[in-house]
Each structure stands twice: as C-alpha cells, then as structure tokens.
C-alpha cells in the first residue's frame, strides 16, 4: 500500500506550470497512491468557497475529485493561506477535511500530521495574527463581506506578511524545538510529518527517552529548474521522496 504526503503547492493563476505538474501528478503517480495527503498550502491563497470566478479552482477540483473517483482518498489540512476553503470545494474535490493535528496509522506505525505554522512558535508576530484569523467569529465576519472586499483585504495581508517577514530573522520562522517536543509527547511520540518552512529535511527529536522522526515536506515552486514538486511516499514500511515535474 503507499500513501502520500504533499504540501505548499502554492497553486496560482499566475503560476500556472504548479498546476500542470499537479496535474501530470495526479494522473500519473497519485493513481497508485490508497490515499493522497494533502497537508496545507494546497493554494497561494483562499478567499472562500463562493469565489467560482478562477477557473483554476475549477481545474483543481475537476482533477482531484477525477482521482478520488478511481478510489484513491484524498485528505486535506489546512495550511495558513488556504485555511478558509470549506465542506463546499472539498465535496466538489472529493476530499475529506482533517482536524489540525491529526494522528494516522501507516501499517501499524504512529504519524502525526500537521501544517507546521503553529509549531513557528518564536515568530510572535505571526501568531497573534493566526489567533486572530483562526477564531471562528472573525471568519465568519470575514466571509459574510463581498468578494471583491475579501480580495482586497487578503492582497494587503499578503503585502503586509511580505514586509514583515523581509525583517524577520530566518531562525523564528522556523518550528520551535520545545513546541515540536511537546506535539510529539502529547501524541504518543509518533512520527510527525509536517509541510509550511519550506526547508525539506529529515530531523530526529529526542523526546523523553524516544526517538522521533520528523520529515519536512517540500513546497512546489518555478525556479530556474521549471516548475517542480515532490511527494513523500509510504512503501514497505519506509518513506521516500520522489521528485515531481
Ligand atoms: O505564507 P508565508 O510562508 O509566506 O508566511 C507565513 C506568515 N504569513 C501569513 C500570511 C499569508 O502568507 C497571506 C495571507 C493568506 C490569506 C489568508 C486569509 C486571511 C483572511 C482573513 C481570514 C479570516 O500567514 C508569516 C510568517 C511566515 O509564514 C513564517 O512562518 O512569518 O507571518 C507574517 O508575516 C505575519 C506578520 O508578522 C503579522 C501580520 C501582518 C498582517 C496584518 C493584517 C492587517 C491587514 C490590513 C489589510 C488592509
Ligand atoms: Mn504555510
């Protein structure tokens, strides 16, 4: 059996070569996947279900819910850009939503799986504007304005993070050890696999007398490679990372 493991394709209008890589992805090697774990950043950004006017939105819900119909099951967890998208887009995309950590079993081993932006836990700044964003009364007063003023407001956050980060150093944008260690010991010291630093690794915490995996996934990006991706995959009881172009 292999499950998959993706995260922080950033999937733009603008970018459009992410999705054609996604595409050949989940026509060709997702097939052989029994699920398909999406864990974050699935987009560059998400204003809410109701926004139909991209038809890249349409294109990647027509090719996921294509591959969820072969029988593969598609899961999604919210990454810190794509948090808004709802029960709407995952029944046209066929994937079920995950609660952020979520605990699977591969072949009899623990995993634990979450995005990694709450674990940044030194960039203070960030997550007094993820409490924020997470509360469920401000969501739901974000997603009664109109689109257009939801748009509006995202491009000034999105501007807003971009300044911000420029004068962060790279250290805090990072998970922090002890928030990692404490996920681990309250999950049982599972394997955790984890998606948003973009700093693709395998790292191994030593947490209360267990050693614990904690793999990296990569983003997706256009560099001067082309555009790229990777997925992690579970085989015969181990992981590995296949590149995606
Ligand atoms: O995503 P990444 O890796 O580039 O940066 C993140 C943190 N930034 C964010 C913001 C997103 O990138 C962009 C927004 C996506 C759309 C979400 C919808 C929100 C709508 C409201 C919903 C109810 O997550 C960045 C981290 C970085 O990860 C590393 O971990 O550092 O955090 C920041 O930079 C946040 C700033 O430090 C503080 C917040 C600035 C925003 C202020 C909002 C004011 C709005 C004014 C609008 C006119
Ligand atoms: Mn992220």
Known sequence: MQVHFISDLHL?????????VLERYLTGSARTAAHVYILGDLFEYWTGDDD??????HHVADLLAALARTGTQLHFMPGNRDFLL??????????????EPTLIDLDGQAVLLCHGDAECTDDLAYQA??????????QAQF????????KQFIAGVRMKSEQAKAGKQAEIMDVNAAAI????RQNGYPRLIHGHTHRPALHIHEVDGHSCERWVLSDWREDSRGAHGEVLIWEDGRLNRLPLD
């Open 52 to 57: 139909t006017e991209d038809p890249l939105n």
């Open 143 to 150: 997603l009664a304005q109109p689109l257009a003023a939801r």
């Open 86 to 99: 709802g029960r709407e887009f995952a029944a046209r995309a066929g994937l079920e939503i995950l609660q």
């Open 129 to 138: 504007f993820r409490s924020q964003v997470r509360s469920p009364a401000y």
């Open 12 to 20: 733009t209008a603008d970018r459009p070569a992410l999705t054609v």
């Open 181 to 184: 260690a404490e996920l681990l």
